[in-house]
């Protein structure tokens, strides 16, 4: 449904009182999305995220803040146990 309403969003369609709001990359992203589905640097990002925390992520309660700093808890205390 949101991808229907981009759809209808251009440039010329967004009032000026919000146009300082926008930006040239901003727009570029959109266009991005409207063309192939995805935004190229937010994948780029969620490949960064290691596989772990993107299952803990999976816990309602459990932000992706939190479950990052439990992994990189665990990776630590690991590497302790191991004399790293």
Same mark, same amino acid.
């Given at each position: !449904?949101? &991808?229907?309403?981009? /759809?209808? %969003?251009?440039?010329?369609?967004? #009032?000026? @009182?919000? #146009?300082?709001?926008? $930006?040239?990359? #901003?727009?570029?992203?959109? @266009?991005?999305?409207?063309? $192939?589905?995805?935004?190229? %640097?937010?994948?780029?990002?969620? @490949?960064?995220?290691?596989?772990? %925390?993107? /299952? =803990? !992520?999976?816990?309602? $309660?459990?932000?992706?803040?939190? @479950? !990052? =700093?439990? &992994?990189?808890?665990?990776? $630590?205390?690991?590497? =302790?146990?191991?004399?790293?």
């Amino acid at each position: !449904m949101l &991808h229907r309403r981009l /759809q209808r %969003v251009s440039p010329g369609s967004i #009032s000026p @009182a919000c #146009s300082r709001f926008r $930006t040239w990359a #901003s727009t570029e992203k959109i @266009a991005e999305y409207l063309e $192939t589905g995805h935004i190229g %640097v937010v994948e780029e990002l969620r @490949a960064t995220i290691p596989p772990g %925390v993107r /299952q =803990m !992520m999976a816990i309602p $309660t459990l932000r992706p803040k939190r @479950a !990052m =700093m439990l &992994h990189r808890e665990t990776r $630590t205390r690991r590497g =302790m146990r191991k004399g790293r």
